[in-house]
């Protein structure tokens, strides 16, 4: 059985997408047979392990709009740079904006936060880990991956002084979904974009995730001028920028969170 990783936040721009491209590369590197599943209808993390596509005709939008579906059509091989480069290991379920629709309408369908789950039991005896990447909401689409969830990764950062803003109502609506129950999933925040010369903001943030007796990961990932350039190559840090000290961050970040349920 695959365990599910899902990086989520309902704040927008805080390093959701970098995380979920980089700790999925950094599992298949380890050898691990990898999905990244992508659930934000901007599609941001497809285009980028497709190598720059910006259409897809199948996605996971049908994962939501049918009910019957071979969910292994809608895989593709991921890719480094360009769509002849693929990566080893590592596997592509892309997002496109039929999804926004497609969660809409599930909305009335019985147990509607299972859809994702039930589409993951199809797969998941090929894979060891699946990667979610999830939009900046508390839709549907963000329920379905905590129903599917051993791990939840909160990036923080990119927020500035408002970082942690909305943790709390998103912390609760997890645990309304999963409760506090043994096959409830780990969750951890962690610094995503972690720029040293902020110090102010940095204390703060430090006093407010001690106070509120938050989990967090030790491992914090630079603000890092390559990561952005790397995306710009539609190529993940840990490949563009191989033995940078952003790359090892990812590297020890992906090995934290694996460790939380050995
Ligand atoms: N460690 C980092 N160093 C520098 N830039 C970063 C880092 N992580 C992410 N970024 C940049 O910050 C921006 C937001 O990152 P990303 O797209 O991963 O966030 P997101 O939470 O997925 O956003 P959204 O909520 O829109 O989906 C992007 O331009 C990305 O390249
Ligand atoms: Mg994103």
New binding site residues.
Partial sequence: MAIVIIVA?Q?????????AINVAVCLSLKGKRTLLTDI?P?G?ASRVLSGGRFAFERSSAEIFSEKKLDVSELIEPACDGSPDKEIDNLYLLPANDALSNAIKIAATRVRRESILANAFKQIDDELDYIVV?C??NKDLGFQNAVTAADIILV?ID?GGDFSLDGIGSMLQSIEELRGEGDDAPVMRVFR??YDVRKSKVNNKITKELTEGEMPTLTTK?????Q??QG?LENRAVVKFAKGSV?AGQFQRLTSEAVALLE
Avoid: A, H, M
Avoid at 11 to 19: D, Q
Avoid at 221 to 225: F, G, L, M, V, Y
């Fill in positions: 936040n704040k927008g721009g805080v390093g959701k997408t970098n995380t934000d901007q941001n990447d939009p900046p990036p990119g995503s974009i990932i630079s603000d890092s001028t990561v952005s995306i952003v």
